[in-house]
């Protein structure tokens, strides 16, 4: 049973470019979460996917977006990339209608780093 | 609003001794669930211990347990006979909503001598 899976690994770019990070759920999992984790610093919520939709956004602006596929996979698109948005992009994904609280699983992340 | 602290950023223990790492946290809720991750240097994410408010018994996961103190909105992590693959950063984690958003501490850098 894979666990959830994140591409690439690592992804250098520069200053106002675009990127797409992907991930796909662990098995049976219905919806997926995205984290940004700076340097020293625990994870910050971007946003949730749910049924194709966004249901849950955190505090990040609009440059950062996503997409949910029919088979729960999911993107995290980043335009107008800013020095500031180098960060490890964690993705979780979860049962949406899971009982006994929010129970993440997590990929290992992709590393972007913006020069 | 919601928040998470975790004040020690380093801890050092002794193999095979015991440490204890701290949390506290802020919300307005009744019932809620509070987790513990463990990030190696893999970078993967993974839950060590989850304590549900609710419950008076502190939650138990072989060397690892918790002291939960709800009035104090204290939750900490206490892991016995350390083991050199204990080395890692820990998170204490607070969800917004059961199927929402975890909020996470800063983390504590966890070293283990041997």
């Known amino acids: 049973d894979a666990g959830v899976t994140q591409s690439p690994t690592h992804l250098i770019k520069t200053r106002g470019q675009q990127v797409t990070l992907r991930c796909s759920p662990k098995s049976g999992h219905d919806t997926v979460s995205w984290y940004q984790q700076a340097l020293g610093q625990g994870p910050q919520f971007i946003f949730q996917?749910?049924?194709?939709?966004?249901?849950q956004r955190g505090n990040f602006p609009d440059r950062f977006s996503g997409h949910q596929f029919p088979n729960y996979s999911s993107e995290l698109n980043v335009n107008a990339l800013l020095l500031g948005d180098s960060a490890l992009y964690l993705c979780?994904?979860?049962?949406?209608?899971?009982?006994?609280?929010?129970?993440?699983?997590f990929g290992s992340g992709t590393q972007l780093s913006v020069l | 609003a919601q928040t998470v602290t975790q004040s020690q950023p380093e801890m050092s223990v002794q193999e095979a001794e015991t440490v204890t790492l701290s949390c506290t946290y802020d919300t307005s809720e009744s019932d809620y669930y509070l987790f513990w991750y463990k990030q190696p240097p893999s970078r993967q994410m993974i839950l060590v211990i989850r304590?549900?408010?609710?419950?008076?018994q502190n939650a138990t996961e072989n060397r690892f347990s918790v002291n939960f103190q709800k009035a104090a909105k204290s939750f900490s992590l206490k892991i016995s006979d350390s083991q050199l693959g204990d080395a890692a950063m820990y998170f204490c984690?607070?969800?917004?909503?059961?199927?929402?958003?975890?909020?996470f501490g800063k983390g504590i850098t966890l070293s283990v001598r041997p």
């Open positions: 996917y749910y049924e194709e939709e966004e249901r």
């Open positions: 304590q549900e408010a609710y419950k008076q």
């Open positions: 979780a994904s979860s049962f949406f209608s899971g009982t006994g609280g929010l129970k993440l699983f």
């Open positions: 984690a607070y969800p917004t909503g059961a199927n929402s958003k975890l909020t």
